[in-house]
């Protein structure tokens, strides 16, 4: 017998509203057979929920109870100044930007001169020029899901970085997602990332608030990245948001021969942000660190799933997160490592850690290990804790105030996943930025 399953007030509203937008929305007639197809997709399958595996600890289906109206040609008026208040301390950074304003490309907010050699273009631009499908592509896999497919179907623009053969970007490039205005809204966004053959790149992509936006909002953005032989990334994501906005991101990374990808979030004022990634190893010999900080306080949701899949020998990977948990926060980290047959001289490790700063932080770890290869090295592990009374004892008995010392060991703590950022300027805006969450300000 097939019970019917009912439709949740945001599922309906998602599916039916794209009818109501999908004329208005950027592309040509293959772009918008993709998106019929991929909300079609979302309307069998509805938003994911505790029964589904990878989300068993993130029931989204519960949590989001309302479809935001989309946000399609945006036109909040904001200033570069408001934009830099808006990055906090990373706003001192001088580097090519291309900002993004509730989902919308900005060109009088972006500056990409300094990214010489490179090509940095805005997603509608391309589909404005009459770009196909390709432009939206993720594998197969990551297409079919729920979230990933309601991205497609909605989304209005992002960017596409281009790093030809050979080149090296000196300089991060930032890719900034801005919230602004008073009216909630759901932003979709799809960014695509190549990386020629022994290119070497850094992309930053930061999601922030300008002052006076409002605490209400959604957000969906899917990253597809290539690396090609003998190619170098820094991928780094920096959620500082504030309020009660819901956070989803895919990262779908394919690694060729020899490709050296290292990826870093930081996720820190989302209500509830689910940060997903799967790094596929195409390439023998590829490399890839994956580590990251979310901080939590006063009931917020910090998702964390990984998928690394070793399909080629020599493959080489590491995993460490960090997360700091209090006022019934909750953290969840779902990290899966696969090996198959081919995958012989696999180097995995992968570790999770969480620091609990009152009874009522939850931290949920699963990290698995799939082996089909009998000549592979690999590891993990989780641990979660409260602060240690004794160092804490430590610091006050030298005259440092109670507030100033938790700050420090706490910092001491989300500091060595931090370290893993290579760029000094970015590692130093990070720290900083994780200071002021600890202290209890407001970026």
């Not at 208005?24 to 293959?30: A, I, K, R, S």
């Not at 068993?56 to 830099?84: E, F, H, S």
């Not at 990055?87 to 993004?100: A, H, K, Q, S, Y």
């Not at 009216?183 to 960014?191: D, G, I, L, T």
Request: aromatic residues 6%.
């Amino acid at each position: 017998m097939n019970v019917a399953v009912m439709k949740t007030k945001a599922e309906t509203g998602f599916t039916e509203g794209f009818e109501r937008v999908v004329d208005t929305l950027p592309g040509g007639p293959n772009v918008a057979a993709l998106r019929r197809e991929a909300i079609g997709q979302f309307a069998a399958d509805g938003l994911p929920h505790r029964r589904v595996e990878e989300w068993k600890y993130t029931d989204l289906r519960n949590v989001m109870k309302d479809a935001l109206p989309p946000a399609i040609g945006d036109a909040t008026r904001i200033t570069i100044a408001d934009v830099i208040v808006a990055l906090g301390p990373l706003g001192r950074m001088e580097v090519p930007r291309v900002v993004l304003v509730n989902g919308s490309y900005r060109k009088e907010l972006s500056n990409t001169e300094a990214a010489a050699g490179v090509s940095v273009v805005a997603l509608s631009t391309l589909l404005a020029g009459g770009a196909d499908a390709k432009v939206f592509g993720v594998e197969a896999e990551c297409a079919r899901q729920s979230v990933v497919a309601l991205n497609t179907a909605y989304a209005t623009d992002g960017v596409v970085v281009d790093v030809p053969d050979g080149v090296t970007l000196e300089a991060p490039v930032f890719i900034v997602h801005v919230r602004a205005g008073g009216v909630a809204q759901f932003a979709a966004s799809r960014n695509r990332v190549r990386v020629g053959k022994g290119a070497r790149a850094t992309i930053v992509e930061v999601f922030a608030h300008v002052p006076g936006a409002t605490p209400d909002g959604q957000q969906s953005a899917v990253t597809a990245v290539d690396l090609d032989e003998g190619g170098q990334l820094a991928h780094i994501k920096i959620v500082n948001d504030a309020g009660r906005i819901t956070h989803l991101s895919n990262w779908d990374v394919t690694l060729a021969k020899s490709a050296d990808y290292r990826a870093f979030h930081y996720t820190a004022g989302a209500g509830l942000a689910r940060n997903q990634m799967r790094v596929v190893y195409a390439g023998a010999n590829a490399k890839a660190d994956i580590s990251g900080a979310f901080l939590a306080r006063v009931g917020e949701h910090v998702d964390t799933t990984l998928l690394v899949d070793h399909a080629l020998p020599g493959g080489v990977s590491r995993e460490l997160f960090k997360g700091v948990l209090q006022d019934h926060a909750r953290g969840v980290f779902q990290g899966k490592v696969i090996v198959r047959p081919d995958a012989q001289k696999t180097d995995g490790k992968q570790m999770a850690q969480a620091l609990m700063l009152s009874e009522d932080a939850e931290f949920d770890s699963k990290p698995e290990l799939e082996i089909y290869a009998d000549d592979v090295v690999c590891g993990h592990g989780s641990t979660s804790a409260a602060l240690d009374t004794d160092l804490l004892f430590y610091l006050r008995a030298r005259g440092i105030p109670l507030e100033a010392a938790r700050a420090l060991l706490i910092q001491s703590f989300v500091g060595e996943a931090i370290d893993k950022v290579e760029n000094p300027s970015l590692r130093d805006a990070l720290m900083e930025q994780a200071q002021i969450w600890l202290l209890g300000h407001e970026a």
